[in-house]
């Protein structure tokens, strides 16, 4: 995620990126609490039961349509579902906080309802990873594998923001004056400027973060595949502010105290795996779309070992 300020992450949408956008004709609605949610719905040719249907959880405030490149090729022989949360696109506004609990029972309701029944590859890109993590602790036995592409770091503890900082050489000191007061002013500035889309999706990641991610952790990994696809380029438009630091090799620092983490979650599983894009940007699915791809479809392919090694099949 590439932000403002490292210590304070916070997704940034993608009509703030400017993220090419697609568009899918066959795009259809559903109804969820008498509230119309966007969908998008490919390859029922391959609905097959015990078969994974790959289910798409987007970034934060963004649109399905950068996974277009994605969906094309893997509904070739997978069933895939794919959606805008609500506010998004034309997604009707709920008025309900999108919180993991939320989101993660809404998914499920239009996924059953439409016939696409678990198991599930879950691929989330930035903030959709709490969600598809959430997804996983509340319905385990329904996850066929979990892909986070350069996803919100779920590992992180109180603590581990100002890692970076004392590893370039801040004082903790220095460390507190940086972004105290500055952090207040630029969130102030963003709810008050940012669409309410963005800003209530901003709120859950805030509390989040300020519970350790709790809700989406409570439950330990499944032994299923699960990927990590980390971005290593460097953003080609950063900010211009200046710092007290090296800002490309702040980044690299953060990108390696990260990768520790989520290779540390990965270690206790068969199947984890973990791609490092070094020349892509945090929209891996659009920057570097035949990474995502073959993610997945290994992701399916230790799924199906992982079914043949279980006895009396």
Known sequence: MKNVMYRFVIPVAAIVLGISSY????KEFISVSGKKIEIFISGMDNNRQDKPVIVFENGMASKLDGWKTVIDEVSKTSAVFSYNRPRIGESENDSLPPTTEHIVNNLRKMLLEKGLNPPYLLVSHSFGGAYIRSFASYYPAEIAGLVFVDPIDFTKKKGDGDLPYLEIGLTQHQIDSMFAKPYAKFKEKLYAEMPNFYVEEVKISSQLTKTEFEECVHTPLPDVPVHFIMAGGYPKNPENR??????????????????????????PLKYGKFFYCSNSGHSIQTDDPETVITSIKLALNDYDRIQKEKPNR
Do not use: E, G
């Open 242 to 267: 200046p710092t007290l630091y090296d800002k490309v090799k702040m980044f690299r620092i953060d990108n390696n105290l990260k990768m520790k983490r989520w290779i540390a979650l990965l270690d």
């Open 23 to 26: 568009s899918f004709a066959q």
